[in-house]
């Protein structure tokens, strides 16, 4: 596609479920992120993805929090056991990446924990 | 940690009138970007501004940076009620042990422009 695409846009789980988020980059950019934004806040980083270098996890809040890329393709974000506090928009993004440049963003994938 | 704050938190001005919004940031940095995002939608990319930058226009908008004092402001001139948004500043941070870098975001400023 010519953008980045999230799926689901919506989430509504039961606390504890586990829950996976997808995340399909546009082609060809090798850097992919995930952001968490809780409702009126900023963008929390949670990680990144660049190229076949060790990811950078350093934003992931707790052990619940995984992520997996396969090469420069999809990228799925799993939550384990989700609290309420998990509650967010959960926002993709991906760049073609030399030094720093422009991150394109997906829609976001709003996940409730009830 | 946030790298980047922005202020004000909102701003509410009149369609015509002139908005800036300031940024602050810690570290050194290779570039910063502004970014914009309507509500509950994903954010989209505005300007870039590098280090060795001081000033750049993008239409209505004029991005200053002041790498000495560590800040950047965005100036949106002749505002619209389209203009309605968040704006959240990005600034790179060197990873640890590696040449990549990674962008983190202040909390944004929530612009409102009146009709």
């Known amino acids: 596609g010519a953008g980045v695409s999230q799926s689901p846009s919506n989430k509504v789980t039961e606390k504890g479920k586990d829950v996976e988020l997808r995340c399909d980059p546009i082609?060809?950019?090798?850097?992919l992120y995930w952001y968490r934004q809780r409702l009126g806040q900023g963008l929390e980083f949670l990680i990144y993805?660049?190229?076949?270098?060790?990811?950078?996890k350093s934003g992931l809040p707790s052990d619940r929090f995984s992520a997996e890329r396969t090469g420069e393709s999809v990228s799925t974000l799993t939550i384990q056991r989700t609290q309420q506090e998990d509650s967010a928009v959960y926002l993709c993004?991906?760049?073609?990446?030399?030094?720093?440049?422009?991150?394109?963003f997906g829609e976001g994938s709003r996940l409730t924990v009830l | 940690s946030q790298q980047g704050e922005e202020d004000p938190q909102a701003l509410s001005i009149q369609e015509g009138e002139n908005a800036t919004m300031n940024c602050s940031y810690k570290?050194?940095?290779?570039?910063l970007q502004w970014y914009r995002q309507n509500s509950g939608r994903g954010l989209v990319h505005l300007i870039l501004?590098?280090?060795?930058?001081r000033e750049k226009h993008s239409g209505r908008l004029r991005v200053t940076l002041d790498t000495s004092k560590k800040s950047s402001s965005l100036l949106i001139t002749a505002s619209r009620a389209a203009d309605t948004a968040s704006y959240f500043c990005?600034?790179?941070?060197?990873?640890?042990?590696?040449?990549?870098?990674?962008?983190?975001f202040g909390k944004g400023t929530l612009l409102t422009v009146n009709p």
């Open positions: 993004a991906s760049s073609f990446l030399l030094g720093t440049g422009e991150l394109f």
């Open positions: 570290t050194s940095i290779n570039n």
């Open positions: 501004i590098r280090s060795n930058e």
């Open positions: 082609s060809g950019h090798t850097a």
């Open positions: 993805f660049q190229g076949n270098s060790a990811p950078d």
């Open positions: 990005a600034t790179d941070a060197q990873m640890s042990g590696g040449s990549n870098y990674k962008l983190t």
